[in-house]
């Protein structure tokens, strides 16, 4: 199985918005460019909403089938590790090892002997061509790579071959994440760690990296984006490097976990793709379930009433809805509207509170982020919510779709 050059990660709370999504893509192909929609929901997202990983690849058939999308796609185990794997065996084709919270760990001494016996090879001046100096290579400098990432490169040949052995229904794509760490990786470590996967036999086709600055959900980026586009284009020179050395997948790309929305950087990201002529792969937030919120609120009537309930909801439970996500949050509590305030406002002004566009002067980014954990509240009123969504799918799919095609799949993509 093989993942193609341009791929995007749609993430669909409610697994309504299928059709929207696919649409977003559809109109891409038309214009001359292949992304591969990829549906991807965590163990942690199904928790909170009572989804199940069958649902998703339910949601991504019909949507394939309704529209007649000819290319491939598919749906993606996201953040699974051992503990969490089984319920996506079946449905999923593409799975995100995440090995973030082994790195750190201790790993066992006859593992570091073989790991240091590879990479000892490298030790000397390593010249990766498109990485601006040259780096010197210490047995030193290894045994503390090793130190830090052998044992989460262990674990990821661990779920592979778990997955591999236990998947009775047909190929799928390996991913390996790193993101979900504080401390972003060097090009150098990058290097050692897809040594270390090469020698697991880990087929994979995306690594995704931690990046430096913060990867807030659903708002731009929060740091200097020159910064982060330097560390790109060396992670890029690196996995090219790293396939020709240690014969891993020749496809191999970069994902990135952006949290959605990390619009400064795409223009940027753009530069390198084309500069290069490689692939990469976008993975977002889910951030469609707010364009359900923004079509409600724009539909008027009770579906208005409902994003608004919605938020008073979010408001009062805040501490709630943020202890899963403090990592990945940066609301501002000052900047929240009262519920008295919200209650007085038109869809529109709450559409244009809500919508990320920042050159609108509505534009709130803590009432965003805020909302944004509120999809538990939603789940709670099920069928109210369900309800709404299916009175005003129009103008919600007009906003999904637009949303993914026009701040997304266009700057980072097509360049515009
Ligand atoms: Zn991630």
Redesign the pocket.
Known sequence: MYLEKYSIGIGDRFGRQGNAQLSAIIKAKELGITVIPVWNKSKREHNLIHSAPADVRIEADNAVASLGWKDSYFVDAD?IGLKTVNDFLTPCNFFTLDVSDYIGIKPDESDLKEFMKKASDFVGELKIPGVPSSITVTEKMLLNIAERFLTAIKEAGKIYRYINENKINGKFITEV?L??NHQAQTPVEMFFIMLGLASEKVPLQTI?PKFTGRFNKGVDYDGNPNDFIVEFESHVAVVDYAVKAFGLPKNLKISI?TGSDKFSLYPLIHNVIKKHDIGVHL?TAGTTWLEELIGLAEAGFSGLTIAKSIYQQSLHRIDELMTPYLTVVDIDVNQLPSTEEVNGWSGEKFANTLRHNQKCSDYNSSFRQLLHLGFKIASEMGSNYLDALEKYKEVIGKNVAENIFDRHIKPLFLGK
Request: proline letters at 0%; charged letters at 45%; a negative charge.
């Open positions: 953040h994440s993101d979900e995704a976990h993975k």
